[in-house]
C-alpha cells in the first residue's frame, strides 16, 4: 500500500471525465482501493476519487465508521468503495452544506445537494450496490461523484458569500487538516 500525492485545483487531469472500470476483481483495482484508503485515512478524508490521485476510472471511496475529524459534527458514514457509480436524485429537494476537499486545501465553501439520493454501482468485485440516502451521506457520495465529471465543489458555489479559507470560517477548526 501506498500513500499517493493528492492533485490539486489546477491540475487538468481534475477535469477530466473519467473512464469507466471494465475489469473487476483486479489486482491492480485491489490495489488502487488499498491505495486509496491508505490516502484517504492520512489526510482525515470523508471521501476520495481516483481522479484526486491522477487515476482516470470511475472509483470512488468514502466514509470511515467512526467521525470524521475534518466534519466533527457530521454522522457517519459507512466505509463504502463504488465503481462505475450512477446517482439518481429522488425530487427536486436540495440541502445546503459546508464542503471542503483534498484537493482544494484550506477553504470551504456552502454548496446545494440533493437532499436524497439513489446511488447504483458496483464493489470492488463486480458485486452490484443500490443505496438510497440522505444528508451529509448523499452530500458526500455527490462530492465524490462530482469528480469523475471533472467537477470540484468550487464549481457549484452559488453564493461567494460564503466561500473562503477555512481558517477565517472555522476558527475552532485546525485548518491543516484540509491540506
Given at each position: ?165 477555512t481558517e477565517v470560517l ?10
Amino acid at each position: 500500500m501506498a500513500i499517493r500525492e493528492i492533485l490539486k485545483m489546477g491540475d487538468p487531469r481534475l477535469l477530466r471525465i473519467a473512464q469507466p472500470v471494465a475489469d473487476f476483481d483486479t489486482d491492480e483495482l485491489h490495489l488502487l482501493v488499498r491505495d486509496m484508503f491508505e490516502t484517504m485515512h492520512a489526510v482525515n478524508g470523508a471521501g476520495l476519487a481516483a481522479p484526486q490521485i491522477g487515476v482516470d476510472l470511475q472509483v470512488v471511496i468514502f466514509g470511515t465508521d467512526t467521525v470524521n475529524p475534518r466534519y466533527p459534527d457530521a454522522p457517519i458514514v459507512p466505509r463504502t468503495v463504488l465503481v462505475n457509480p450512477v446517482i439518481t436524485p429522488i425530487g427536486d429537494d436540495e440541502e445546503e452544506g459546508w464542503e471542503g476537499c483534498l484537493s482544494v486545501p484550506g477553504l470551504r465553501g456552502v454548496v446545494p445537494r440533493f437532499a436524497n439520493i439513489r446511488y447504483t454501482g458496483f464493489d470492488p468485485y463486480g458485486d452490484p450496490i443500490d443505496r438510497t440516502v440522505s444528508g451529509f451521506h448523499a452530500r458526500v457520495v455527490q462530492h465524490e461523484v462530482d469528480h469523475l465529471l471533472g467537477k470540484l465543489y468550487p464549481m457549484r458555489v452559488r453564493d461567494f458569500s460564503r466561500f473562503g479559507f477555512t481558517e477565517v470560517l472555522f476558527p475552532g477548526l485546525d485548518a491543516g487538516e484540509d491540506d
